[in-house]
Structures are given as structure tokens and as C-alpha cells.
């Protein structure tokens, strides 16, 4: 069920994540700056695939899209949940197994030897 909480969910500060198949989705409300400075809220909706948490997920294989925290923002970050699964279905059936892949971790930072 590819669907996001009514608006009042997140206008109380809730964080969603679910998934469909091997697709993991999660929308985080926030604010960000506008362009006169003021404070806007928006909806933050992150995508990435399985088997791992986003944290623990090769950050190229994550899509983000920040949108307002409106109902016409809820419903753009509806169907974009909804266009991404089903423009391809394949790669969401097809994640490796939790027991057959390693979670990423990022790079070690190099030492500068002075």
C-alpha cells in the first residue's frame, strides 16, 4: 500500500516509513528557509531499496524530494512515492537478501601524515 498519513499526522511532528516489496519510503516534517528568510514547513519523503536502513544504504541508490507541507505537497509526495515504485516494479522484487549482502558504510576518511 503505497499511501502517506493524513497532513495532521505530520503537521504534529510524526515521522512515517513503510515499505512495498523491496522499496523503503519514510517522510520527515520539517522547516526550511524561504527565499524572504522566513521559516517554511515542508515534507521531507526519502526512497531507497532494501534490505538496509537509509543510514546503511550506498547514498546512490537514495532519491529524495522535499515538498510543502500543504495538501496539494502531500499529495505530490503521494504520487511521487506511488510513479517511482510503479516505473519500475522489477528492481523493487529484486533486492538482494538481508543474509546475502554486506550494509554500506561510508569511506574512512583519510589521515593527512604531516
Known amino acids: 500500500?503505497?499511501?502517506?498519513?493524513r497532513l495532521l499526522y505530520f503537521k504534529n511532528?510524526?515521522?512515517y516509513s513503510a515499505n512495498q516489496a523491496e522499496m523503503r519510503y519514510r517522510a520527515?516534517?520539517?522547516?526550511?528557509?524561504?527565499?524572504?528568510?522566513?521559516?517554511?514547513?515542508?515534507?521531507t519523503v526519502d526512497i531507497w531499496p532494501g534490505?538496509?536502513?537509509?543510514?546503511y544504504t550506498d547514498p546512490a541508490l537514495r532519491a529524495r524530494q522535499i515538498y510543502p507541507l500543504t495538501e496539494?505537497?502531500?499529495?505530490?509526495a503521494r504520487?511521487?512515492?506511488?510513479?517511482?515504485?510503479e516505473s519500475d516494479p522489477d528492481r523493487w522484487a529484486s533486492a538482494p537478501s538481508i543474509l546475502d549482502c554486506e550494509p554500506w558504510t561510508p569511506p574512512k576518511e583519510e589521515e593527512n601524515e604531516e
Not at 28 to 43: F, M, N, R, S, Y
Not at 79 to 85: A, C, K, P, V
Open 79 to 85: 504520487d511521487w512515492i506511488r510513479q517511482t515504485y
Open 1 to 5: 500500500m503505497l499511501d502517506l498519513p
Open 51 to 55: 534490505p538496509w536502513t537509509i543510514e
Open 28 to 43: 520527515i516534517p520539517g522547516k526550511q528557509k524561504a527565499e524572504d528568510g522566513t521559516d517554511q514547513p515542508v515534507l
Open 72 to 76: 496539494e505537497g502531500l499529495q505530490a
Open 13 to 15: 511532528k510524526n515521522t
